[in-house]
């Protein structure tokens, strides 16, 4: 267990090394960062000694060594935007993408199991054919087309008038296809500082309100996707030869679905879960600008805008050191529910 | 009052002051306040990148100087210029004006407002990497007592008023000495964590109560604010920022936020059109044009082909099809209300006669250029390139075009790397010579002259005349060279100019936006009135 988890670590530290040397070699192409500090009329002498005081000007590989010498005491640099070491910047932000990645991952779970689960035990049910057929809908829409529709709907309101609206069940159909609004369209509102820099929304209805359209909107893609990868497990479950002896045998149907077949399914569903839970990671990258939700995705979009160099090679960084933890959790996880799994990968 | 008996001697001055005018402030103090607290909640594309208003030149500081700040004089809707904390200004003789100061001000540390914190202020202009090109006419500021004060340039400078409007005097005494880390308090740091970065203390109607970058600021109402007849109620703003368009126009729509800027030309019918929301556009001041490279495309050296370019170009249809209105159609740098504004320059749309021209410089087969152009600076920037290429077609020139991110565009830009390279222009100055020192002056890597001129268009006589012009005071004489030199450059087509892109912002109903709104995009919120919520 030690051991794998010391290779794990080691993982971790040539993922970020490898980053860190591909986003130092593109850096010449995100721009020129001074260009984004001055006023349009300062005169090339200044922004010349600017750069200098930066050290653009010293050759790319003095620039790593310096980098990485910091970067081995943990001092990633300065961000130029907001003139404080990266690693600050980017621990103000993760909070909010944390909080919204388990929001998404929480309204995930909730829906995906029973959706998944019902369609597989009745596959010609009426409402299996409603759940597919929305699911695909879900998988083609972009989560930057779901979160403006979801604005309009139940931020901003729809007010739709096809029934005649003098008569008293066209109103009540208008009524019916029309939207309020009123959800919160964007940000987080006022969030509750719990410590140090995690600020929650957790804490009220108020800041649960405004989590709302963007988890839904960062779980559109997965949701669907949860869904069908739980149906179609579950149906191979079902045809396997323990669940027709279990069934032979007379166990109740309730306990072979939810003990026995469920167990089972959930194996390559965990394994595929942990990944795309760091996936959401990246995707919360569009959701966060749609929302202008304050965590690492905005942060990361406004820092390429700007050509924030140090802010932009921490943050590749450390969405590399989260991939491997997410991994490494998944791998643990998986070695709980089935045992016969050996984490070093030695023959026992 | 006493104030002008004070003694001049310093140390002495400062703290009898502080006592005067602690006391007369205490008075206003008792004076009634509105009953209910107003809040404005407003989005903007952008925060401002520092709480140091020398840090950068640029739209988002000056709008946050003018709620945290007030300028020696500012800018009216017309153009006229509006006494703030300088109330009289006479010019001595042709180098040195002298300007009396508002009295009784006091900062938002509770300092006293004197001549000596506009000295100190002009001085670290000098010393900005930004502002120091602009103040560079300035030769000292001679303090003559506490409310007096004059300004003596290095020649006759006919444009010291619009410097005045850039200077927001801050406290001196507030950013002497040293913060805990042993850093002076008034160091000028572009990256780094100064301490005026993170402290402000102004005159201003409004303090800053909170600050978290990129997510919001809070700003509350200065209570001792000095301009008493200001109409503003408003107490409390909440400033957002909101870079992605659709949401920011969302916010407004679905009532988050109160007032937005800038509003995209795609939902300017949608803020029209909602009942709850209005819409102020204006003719803006800054210039989208093109330069033809000379020393890269030699037949741009003859003046035909630039006049058959011009000719080609249909400003008018861009203006209207592709910008939906929210554009005013150009012919020159400056636009109207500016001093080298020439009425009579109108866009020259004529193929027929782009074509003939073409024929006689001998081009009538045409020829290959490349084209350059930012895809998320301007309004509509690379629809726009994409146009003019294609106009550009039927007078035979085949365009290789290629668009990208501004961050990348200006390592571009500053290459030269392409025969025809779009760029937007907004005179710093408010002046029409600042179009041509930097757009179309021969260049000169000394001066800074023609740093952004990507054409290499290059005429000394223009350059002379803009000299002239620069220690002209008569305004009459000096509006008239400036004019002199719109001509010029249109008769000979320097560049290719296209159109003004306008202003556009937002608010709900009950906030009235449009008397605080001007051109240069400096709302000045302290005079905002916003009608009680219920």
Known sequence: ?348 | MTLNAVSTKKTFKKTLLASLVGASMAGAALLPMTASAETLRMAYDADPVSLDIHEQLSGGILQLSHMTHDPLVRWTQSLDFEPRLATEWEQVDDTTMRMSLREGVEFHSGNPFTANDVAWTIERLKQSPDFKAIFEPIESVEVIDDYTVEINTKEPYPLLLNLATYVFPMDSEFYSGNDEDGDPKDEIVKNGNSYASRNVSGTGPYTVTDRQQGVRTQFTRNPNYWDSESPGNVDNIILTPISENATRVAALLSGDVDFIAPVPPNDLDRVRESDDTQLVTMSGTRIIFFHMNQERVEAFQDQRVREAFAYAVNQEGIADRLMKGFATPAAQFSPEGYAGHVADLEPRYDLERAQELMAEAGYADGFDITMMAPNNRYVNDAKIAQAVAAMLARINVNVDLKTMPKAQYWGEFDDRAADMMMIGWHADTEDSANFHEYLTACQDADSGAGQYNAGNFCNPELDALIAAANVEVDREQRAEMLQQVEQTLYDQAAILPLHWQDLAWASSNRVDIEPVLNVMNFPYLGDLVVEPSE
């Not at chain 1, 779970?109 to 010609?124: D, E, L, N």
């Not at chain 1, 804490?203 to 960062?218: N, R, T």
């Not at chain 1, 027709?244 to 167990?263: C, D, E, P, Q, V």
């Not at chain 1, 390559?268 to 569009?286: N, S, W």
């Open chain 1, 1 to 348: 267990m030690i051991a794998f988890l010391v290779k794990r670590l080691f993982h971790a530290l040539l993922v970020m090394f490898v980053i860190s040397i591909i986003a130092f070699a593109i850096q010449d192409n995100l721009g020129d960062p001074i260009q984004q500090m001055v006023g349009q009329s300062v005169p090339e002498s200044e922004r010349e000694a600017l750069r200098e005081e930066l050290g653009l000007n010293d050759p790319m590989l003095v620039q790593y060594a310096r980098f990485a010498v910091n970067a081995a005491q943990f001092d990633f640099g300065y961000s130029y935007v907001f003139n404080q070491p990266t690693t600050e910047v980017i621990a103000r932000h993760l909070p909010a993408t944390l909080e919204l990645v388990a929001a998404s991952t929480f309204l995930i779970i909730v829906f995906s199991v029973p959706i998944g689960v019902y369609s597989a035990i009745k596959p010609r049910a009426l409402l299996t054919r409603f759940f597919m057929s929305i699911s695909i809908v879900g998988i083609s829409i972009p989560v930057f087309l779901t979160a403006i529709m979801l604005i309009q709907l139940f931020a901003i309101g729809v007010s739709w008038t096809p029934f005649p609206v003098d008569t008293s069940w066209g109103n009540w159909l208008n009524e019916l296809i029309s939207t309020e609004g009123g959800m919160p369209a964007y940000g987080r509102g006022d969030p509750v500082t719990v410590f140090g820099t995690w600020d929650t929304n957790f804490a009220s209805f108020k800041g649960l309100s405004y989590l709302v359209l963007p988890a839904i909107s960062l779980a559109s893609i997965m949701l669907p996707l949860f869904i069908r990868l739980i149906r179609a497990e579950m149906l191979e479950v079902l045809q396997s030869d323990y669940v027709k002896f279990a069934r032979a045998k007379g166990i109740s149907m309730r306990r072979i679905y939810f003990l026995h077949a469920l167990k089972n399914t959930m194996l390559p569903v965990i394994t595929v879960g942990g990944v795309q839970i760091g996936t959401l990671v990246a995707y919360t990258i569009l959701t966060e600008t749609v929302f202008q939700w304050p965590g690492m995705g905005l942060m990361f979009l406004d820092a390429i805008e700007r050509s924030d160099i140090p802010l932009i090679v921490t943050y590749l960084m450390i969405v590399g050191l989260i991939f491997v933890i997410t991994n490494t959790i998944v791998d643990l996880i998986y070695g709980l529910v089935n045992p016969t799994v050996k984490l070093t990968g030695k023959p026992s």
